[in-house]
């Protein structure tokens, strides 16, 4: 994948990178929670305007990736103990492929932050059914129990810390991007955090809460939405947690001042 570094690292830094042996040791989760109401009021313009079909998940999808653009540094990769800049922001979305959710994949939408909202729309449905009908096929599964665990951490050797490929390998390029975004409103929990895989090598997943109704800082009676983040710590400390926050505050609060008529930032 296309790759720039290493970045500079502070001593903090260094200390920070190597405190933490694994994701899972350094995964901090949080709770961003937004009023929804610019985000419905953008989306129904959208669907009046375009006639597309788009949702919470498209309009998270393109806010978190350009939070990637906004934010370069956390677009990361750890490989070899240093942080090495990745140079698209390409988003990871898991899809169902069965009635009951038992089967699951993903699409990845490439570039997301430069393509408009109902192209990032059109995109997943179109990975979706491809999936669904068996056009494609993201990975090859591993049908061995015992060789699973360490092909995975080979291909993820491969593929991240030597940054190399093969079509042998059965595997895409990049196959799981910069981040990932999972609705997680159907599943009636009011708090879910999604995990951060190891072998993926993501810095920070965005789980989508489902809309609830609350009093707001007026005293009206407001549509909020939660957004469940989990980020990976090596990559993300509390500064950069913080202007993640921040920004996407700015991107509900304001959506049509971050994305045009067509899903681009603003000038």
Not at 173 to 184: Q, R
Not at 217 to 228: A, D, K
């Amino acid at each position: 994948m296309p790759l720039s570094g290493p970045q500079p690292q502070s001593a903090w830094r260094g200390q920070a990178l190597g405190a933490w042996e694994s994701v899972s040791d350094a995964s901090v989760h949080t709770v961003l929670e937004v009023q929804a109401a610019p985000m419905l009021r953008y989306l129904d313009r959208h669907r009046a305007r375009k006639g597309a079909r788009v949702s919470s998940v498209h309009f998270v999808t393109k806010a978190v990736a350009l939070t990637l653009r906004q934010l370069p540094e956390i677009n990361s990769l750890l490989r070899l103990g240093r942080l090495y800049r990745r140079r698209d922001a390409d988003i990871f979305i898991p899809v169902t492929l069965d009635a009951k959710g038992y089967d699951l994949s993903f699409v990845v939408i490439r570039s997301a932050d430069t393509k408009p909202v109902a192209a990032i729309a059109d995109e997943l449905t179109r990975g979706a059914w491809s999936l669904r009908k068996k056009e494609s096929v993201p990975l090859k599964p591993i049908r061995s129990r015992v060789l699973r665990r360490p092909l995975m951490r080979l291909a993820g050797f491969l593929l991240y810390t030597l940054n190399i490929w093969s079509p042998a390998f059965g595997i895409p390029k990049n196959p799981f991007g910069s981040a990932a975004v999972t609705d997680l409103s159907e599943l009636g929990a009011d708090y879910m955090f999604p995990p951060l895989l190891p072998f993926a090598r993501l810095p920070l997943v965005v789980g989508i809460g489902p809309l609830y109704e609350k009093y707001g800082p007026q005293g009206t009676h407001e549509t909020w939405l939660r957004l469940c983040i989990v980020f990976d710590h090596r990559i993300i400390d509390g500064v950069y947690a913080g202007r993640i926050c921040r920004y996407l505050r700015t991107v509900w609060a304001a959506p049509e001042q971050h994305l045009d008529v067509d899903g681009h930032p603003a000038p």
